[in-house]
């Protein structure tokens, strides 16, 4: 029997379930989707697609919107602030483990002074 699995980021559910899942009105997500806070996958029909993470990031919208009190522009300068510190950290990590190589070979090649 063959398993299918999908990621966090696989775009499953139209936008009636993602609405329910994420407690918002389908029209919130449309307009959601025009401002650019979330970009759900699209059928082949141009039907929206949404992941889980998309369900996770309506609900964090609706969070600050809600309960913090943080307007729509405020809230996509937010998102994009947060996914620049993840592209940043990443990009860290990856220049720390070449520099713990680098330094390793270096170590092993040199003759000790």
């Known amino acids: 029997m063959d398993a299918t699995f999908f990621s966090d980021d696989t775009p499953v ?13 389908p029209q919130t997500l449309r307009q959601y989707d ?24 309506l609900r964090e919208v609706q969070r600050l919107s809600q309960e913090e009190g943080i307007n729509l522009a405020g809230i996509k300068r937010i998102l994009e602030l947060e996914n620049e510190v993840m592209t940043l950290r990443s990009e860290l990590a990856h220049t720390r483990a070449e520099l ?11 003759p000790p002074a």
Request: avoid cysteine.
């Open 34 to 57: 025009r401002l650019g806070l979330v970009s759900p996958g699209r059928t082949a029909g141009r039907g929206r697609l949404y992941s889980a993470r998309d369900i996770v990031l």
């Open 100 to 110: 713990t190589m680098i330094k390793a070979l270096i170590r092993h090649e040199l």
């Open 13 to 25: 559910y139209v936008i009636s379930v993602a609405a329910q899942l994420s407690g918002l009105h």
